[in-house]
């Protein structure tokens, strides 16, 4: 079975620039989740989705960040404009139920000049 | 809010040796799990528990939710060099809350 699938693997871009990551969750999964990774803080939850619907975008670090989920097979993460400070490895997550262990995706690591 | 403390931030160990690393938090949670990451992927889920004195087994690797509901470890025995990578707790004090994520076992294994 197909995991949690995020593009791109690799962002380099410079500051200022709009990014777009993607992600497709697992079919039949009905939660979805963005995660901030960094060597400083962990793994950050920045929003997460049940049924398409934002529940909780409450570690969206401001208004700088947007994430949408238009259907069931797909997400993204907006980050504009960006800054060196947003570097960081952006994981995708999906789950069946909001009670369900998550799998997560291999992650987009964002480098931001 | 919540808080999850995992111990060792890191660990060199001989190939062959037992490893144990463990989580506490600073409220009771309702499930406790496990997972690792190896570089350059995503997490990968080991071990789910969600009773309170649970254990349960996954290969080499055993892991226990405390009878406190507070804390949970993991122990891997006999390491090898696929063993290798971060190990992450993560936990939750009830049904749809979102996860709450420790700060990750750095495992490195000596051949």
């Known amino acids: 079975d197909a995991g949690v699938i995020q593009s791109p693997r690799h962002e380099v871009t410079e500051m200022g620039q709009e990014v777009t990551l993607r992600c497709k969750p697992i079919s039949g999964h009905n939660s979805l989740f963005w995660y901030r990774q960094t060597m400083m803080r962990g793994l950050e939850l920045l929003i997460y989705?049940?049924?398409?619907?934002?529940?909780?975008d409450s570690g969206m670090p401001e208004d700088r960040f947007s994430a949408k989920m238009p259907n069931a097979s797909f997400s993204t993460l907006k980050i504009q404009p960006s800054e060196p400070r947003d570097s960081a490895v952006y994981f995708c997550a999906s789950s069946r139920t909001g009670s369900q262990p998550q799998h997560f995706g291999d992650g987009t690591r964002l480098s931001i000049l | 809010g919540q808080q999850l403390n995992q111990s060792p931030q890191s660990m060199f160990i001989q190939e062959g040796e037992d490893v144990s690393m463990n989580c506490t938090s600073s409220s009771i949670f309702n499930t406790w799990l496990w997972y690792k990451q190896d570089p350059g992927e995503g997490p990968v889920l080991l071990i789910a528990?969600?009773?309170?004195?649970e254990l349960t087994s996954n290969g080499r690797l055993t892991a226990q939710f405390g009878i406190t509901r507070k804390d949970s470890f993991l122990n891997i025995s006999a390491s090898i060099p696929s063993d290798v990578g971060i190990y992450f707790c993560a936990g939750r004090n009830s049904g749809n809350t979102p996860l709450v994520f420790g700060k990750g076992t750095r495992l490195s294994v000596i051949a």
């Open positions: 989705f049940n049924n398409n619907v934002p529940i909780d």
């Open positions: 528990l969600y009773k309170a004195g």
